[in-house]
């Protein structure tokens, strides 16, 4: 089946230092990334929407300039979480989906983020 | 905009027990709806997958069933384990306009299963 990776797992920094998560396909080519963020005992929010090659979209009241998306190839997406506070502490999960956006998504593990 | 709940928001049941977990949503222009567990601190694994054109599908003791019209789904856990606890969130597809395949998350459900 198909597998999405995100590296890191989990990370702790510094209130103010910018934090960049990464989102791989493995065995297949994302033409579409989605980037959500989960709090705990909370449901998934999509936080944005990008297509390779494109600028991502992004959801109501997500800050664009905060969360930097970048999708430059069908292989890999990155989410720059920049300037950190504590409340964006959070799990943050990437899923990748074929051409097509009513296609199945496949999930990566996940992102723990914490800021001090 | 699609509004997905679950109910029970938690559940603890002991081994064995079949159980019924609920989803519901709001608007029936659907592509398809998937129900995936989550374990603690990680990420989404799929479990099964309907297409609204789908009444069911099931996978080993996993059954799933949908009703499009009315907005409901169930997940069907036959002869549970303590292996089965997890997170069970169900999520649908929007096949509408300007969401299409946008998923919708409900807030899951959390299953224990006590020995």
């Known amino acids: 089946g198909a597998v999405v990776s995100q590296h890191p797992s989990r990370v702790i920094c510094k209130s103010g230092t910018s934090v960049k998560i990464e989102c791989r396909s493995l065995?297949?080519?994302?033409?579409?990334m989605f980037w959500y963020r989960q709090f705990p005992k909370q449901s998934l929010m999509l936080m944005a929407t990008?297509?390779?090659?494109?600028?991502?979209?992004?959801e109501q009241g997500v800050e664009k300039d905060k969360f930097l998306i970048n999708h430059a190839s069908l292989t890999l997406s990155t989410l720059t979480v920049t300037s950190a506070h504590p409340e964006d502490s959070s799990f943050y999960i990437c899923?990748?989906?074929?051409?097509?956006?009513?296609?199945?998504?496949?999930f990566g593990p996940g992102t723990r983020l914490t800021v001090l | 905009k699609q509004e997905v709940t679950q109910i029970p928001a938690a559940l603890s049941v002991p081994e064995g027990e079949n159980l019924v977990l609920n989803c519901s949503f709001t608007?029936?222009?659907?592509?398809?709806l998937q129900w995936f567990r989550q374990d603690p601190g990680k990420g989404l694994t799929s479990l099964l997958l309907i297409q609204s054109s789908q009444r069911e599908q099931t996978s080993g003791r996993l059954n799933a069933s949908l009703d499009k019209s009315s907005g409901r789904s169930t997940l069907y856990i036959a002869a549970s384990q303590p292996g089965d606890s997890a997170t069970y969130l169900c999520a649908v597809r929007s096949a509408g306009g300007s969401t299409l395949g946008r998923l919708y998350f409900g807030r899951g459900t959390q299953l224990t299963v006590w020995p």
């Open positions: 608007d029936s222009a659907i592509y398809n």
């Open positions: 065995d297949f080519q994302a033409t579409t």
């Open positions: 899923s990748a989906g074929l051409a097509g956006g009513a296609r199945e998504q496949f």
């Open positions: 990008s297509n390779e090659g494109s600028k991502a979209t992004y």
